[in-house]
């Protein structure tokens, strides 16, 4: 007699523990148990969700335990994703679990659940049962459409006998992907005649504003109305019921101002550089195989033209695309754009969906409904049946950077999806990462590049203020140099409109000469030390080197050294006392905490209703505004003091892409730069938009400190809400770890512990922090020592109340 052969699965539970466990599948579930699917599976005493990741057929005799309950119909994620987490989970040191669980759309748990209800013949058989069997039914009849409290494998048997039904139920209607609900008047009313006839009888003050401004428009979004009017939804449903309004759907996609946007057609040709890149990618699609390409076209290059064609051809092969930006206002705007040319078969994934419009896109994607998804950061996981092409926009975004578990950055992973999945990468920038040049200089990537602006629009000058000489008087308060005052007062003049940029809220305090110019850096590092003011000493938060602070600047002997540091917040006030009647609005993450609210300054913007805008760097990205005739960097020096050894990269990436603000419509826009190092060779390359003289003498300091791209950096950093015990357990630590490495003759070498350090924020929300970097040039032994490591800091920091962060490739340096 053949027995039938059983199957065995692998399963991701999403706890934090390392490994996988193989269960065995009960016959009623098997037709369901997929890949992709969730499991309910029991783990010791408890019950646990799971992934399931393999499906094998069993010979050997093993002892094993059944899952309880496959939860999905279909499965979340295609076989072909499984070695990507797996990457992901081994590389960045997240348990699998916990790193599937994070991939997949929130709120996916209490989504799916079991009812059950009783049928004529269960009715009937009340009475014979066993009691177990009896109080199941009686509870089913009771409580009908609401979660079984029962296990499945106690009800599987009483539906095989046709007592019950069992029914699987979603936990909340879901909405439509994205529709939202629109109000227009009614057909043949005119507003004119409305108003003559209604006279001023309304019963609300707003309410004939409120009127007014529907009559005016086309139709207008109830959501909008009813951010306007606080009695919004009242009026809407009063004047839907006295038949003037009528109520409509629509799949919306708006612009980052809010409007909705019209459909913008492809150009009818393409430059000649835009039509050699997109050959180049066309070619490496057809192979079907991986490819890395790093398309350098600066702003206004039509970079997005060169992304539809990639993403044309892979649609053409039959396969799939990503498209990631790094920030949600330009998600919307490639949305409309590519949905207005390639239709519903566009999907859109990021954070401010709702949990349900998110589930909904991620079940299309999956389903292969989709062939293009665009979207932030988490749209690198999109659960595609065959991937062809991933492309990351603004690929030297560090907001692709993950600051919470699990520690990613969104485009290295990508390239390594790529790469596993058989797809073509495509990385876009005006202004490259270092890492990514590199990558391409050394033939790791192909290089496509797109130097000049479409229809040779020319490419803004910069003007470069020297604070230096501007002000003998070294104070603080001086903000705004008398060049940028004027500038200023054009605009004021002209009615037209400024951004003014500041690189950090300022909250890290560094020393900086007023003047040479030279911030005090760490002789060991050559990254700004971290001023104290408490202790009156600088530290640098790498390799832990402290000193009181000297008199003198330790460059030009003078006594110029001052600390520096100012927000956006006191910018706005200076300007307000400067201009009085200026509208100003500020931009930041302190200012913008609700999500509409990034939308809503930026329509008010558009709308000319804000002179200038001051912001960080959230402004810089991307946005079109014509009237904007001055562009003002306040103190470029900000990111070049930071405490990181990516400082000039992120100062020139974030000069560069400010000045591409300037100039985009009809007038030509003046960018002006305040510093206080014009020599600094970020600031004379961005003035000069000459990225390569950048990326030569970039690469050559970090090449010589051993920085990456040179080496694989990693943080350790500790945590806990006691201030001592924290820093002692950060010093065992680090004893532990020159342990380990005493006991590698051979290759400890290889690897270096830097710290431990207290944090240059030593102290977030009542926690006290400490770090310990490591570097290596090599990526495997650094993982390998890692492991290592970890694997001991379990016991050494048990009892201890001080939690373990480990960070690879770090960004955040605070
Ligand atoms: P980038 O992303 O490189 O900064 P965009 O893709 O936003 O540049 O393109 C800049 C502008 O040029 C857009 O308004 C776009 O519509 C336009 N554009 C792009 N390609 C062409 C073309 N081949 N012919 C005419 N206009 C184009
Ligand atoms: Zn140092």
Known sequence: MKVEQSVVLRVAVALPVWNTFHYTVPPQLLPKARVGCRVLAPFGKKKVTGYILERTPSSEERELRDVLDVL????????????????????????????????????????????????????????????????????????????VPVPLQALYPLQKQGLLVLDHRKSRAVAGPL?????????????????????????????????????????????????????????????????????????????PAGNILSSEPPPERLSERQEEAAAAIREALKKKAFAAFLLHGVTGSGKTEVYYQAIQETIRLGRQAILMAPEIALVIYMEGLFRSRLGDRVALYHSGLSQGERYDQWMKMARGEVDLVIGARSALFAPLPGLGLIIVDEEHDTSYKQDEAPRHHARDAAVVRGKIEKALVLLGSGTPSIQSFYNARNGRYGLLCMPERIRNRPLPEVEVVDMRTSSDKGTEEEMISPVLKSALDNVVAEKSQAMLFLNRRGFTRVLLCRVCGQSLRCPNCDVSLTFHLRENHVVCHYCGFRRGVAPKCSACGRDGLKPYGFGTEKVEKALGEMYPGLRTARMDRDSIRRKGQTF????????????????TQMITKGYDFPRVTLVGVLAADFSLGFPDFRAAEKTFQILSQVAGRAGRGEQKGRVIVQTFYPEHYAVAAAKNHDYPSFFEQETALRRQLGYPPFSFLACLRLQGNHESRTSDVSKELAEEMAGVIGRWPKRGREVQVLGPVEAPLAKIRGKYRWQIFVKSRSSALLHHFLKKVAARSAKLLRGKGVELVVDIDPYQML
């Open 72 to 147: 999905d119909r279909e499965p979340l994620f295609h076989e072909s994703t499984v070695p990507f987490f797996q990457w992901m989970a081994e590389y960045y040191m997240h348990p699998l679990g916990r790193l599937i669980q994070s991939a997949l759309p929130g709120g996916l748990n209490v989504r799916v659940f079991v009812t059950a209800r009783l049928t004529e013949k269960g009715e009937r058989a009340l009475s014979l049962l066993a009691p177990e069997d009896k109080e199941i039914l009686l509870w089913v009849k009771e409580h009908p459409k609401k979660r």
């Open 600 to 615: 809503e300054l930026l329509r008010k913007f558009s709308l000319h209703e804000i002179d200038v805008l001051i912001g």
């Open 179 to 255: 529709l939202r609900r629109f109000v227009r008047t009614g057909q043949g009313l005119s507003g004119t005649g409305f108003f003559q006839e209604h006279g001023d009888s309304f019963s609300a003050k707003n309410e004939r504003e409120f009127l007014e401004r529907i009559f005016r428009s086309n139709g207008i979004s109830v959501a909008e109305l009813c951010g306007r009017y606080a009695n919004g939804a009242y009026l809407v449903e009063k004047w839907i019921r006295k038949g003037v309004l009528e109520p409509y759907m629509v799949t919306v996609v708006r612009d």
